[in-house]
């Protein structure tokens, strides 16, 4: 051994940080998780934490807000803006299922918040803002004639929601994921029966 020589610690910018406490927040559950679990976790102490975030809230916004702006980054995207409502509808779907793969432990995280604290409650509109704009979207198919008359646009669009959403519960991160979003939009508007 060099005298002299420094040991390399892995490094733990808010990155890292961020990823560790979301892991943490998803096994033990968001209320049951202490700082100190955070620290032990990092392999850092409680101050090191605090460097980067004000504490375990600042740590769930910086997560949700991750989930949230790729969501919301659908709504704004070209394609969900323009053409007619079932093809930006279609579009969204697929949106969602890729960005729930891409980011799985923060939409997963996102998707067991109950509004026990502000940032949950904060999330929680900001979830009924995005699916009031689908169901928004799902009105105007409907108007168009692209969607069978009766579907009711609230329910249709917690229907789709609940489908996308249900992959947090099988999908694993390096899986085969490359035709999922496709697959799972093709499953919501075409249905998986044979056409008659």
Same mark, same amino acid.
């Given at each position: 051994m060099t005298t002299g020589a420094r040991v390399r610690r892995p490094s733990h910018g808010p990155g890292s940080l961020l990823e560790v406490a979301v892991g943490e927040f998803i096994t033990r559950g968001y209320d049951a998780t202490s700082m100190e679990d955070l620290s032990r976790a990092a392999g850092i102490t409680k101050s090191s934490f605090y460097h980067h975030f004000a504490g375990k809230e600042a740590l769930l916004r910086a997560a949700l807000e991750r989930a949230l702006d790729g969501l919301f980054s659908i709504l704004d995207s070209e394609a969900a803006r323009t053409g007619s409502p079932l093809h930006r509808l279609r579009h969204i779907v697929a949106g969602q299922v890729e960005v729930l793969v891409a980011e799985l432990p923060?939409? /997963?995280? @996102? %998707?067991?918040?109950?509004?026990?604290?502000?940032?949950?409650?904060?999330? %929680?509109?900001?979830?009924?803002?995005?699916?009031?704009?689908?169901?928004? @979207?799902?009105?105007?198919?409907?108007? *168009?004639?692209?969607?069978? /008359?009766?579907?009711? #646009?609230? @329910?249709?669009?917690? %229907?789709?929601?609940? @489908?996308?959403?249900?992959?947090?519960?099988?999908?694993? #991160?390096?899986?085969? /994921?490359?035709?999922?979003?496709? *697959?799972?939009?093709?499953?919501?508007?075409?249905?998986?029966? #044979?056409?008659p």
């Open positions: 923060y939409v /997963t995280l @996102l %998707l067991r918040v109950r509004g026990n604290t502000e940032t949950e409650r904060w999330a %929680l509109e900001r979830r009924r803002e995005f699916d009031a704009r689908v169901a928004a @979207l799902v009105r105007d198919a409907v108007e *168009a004639g692209e969607i069978r /008359t009766g579907v009711e #646009p609230a @329910l249709a669009a917690r %229907l789709l929601s609940g @489908l996308v959403n249900s992959v947090v519960e099988w999908a694993r #991160p390096g899986g085969s /994921t490359t035709n999922l979003p496709a *697959a799972v939009a093709n499953a919501a508007f075409e249905g998986i029966l #044979p056409a």
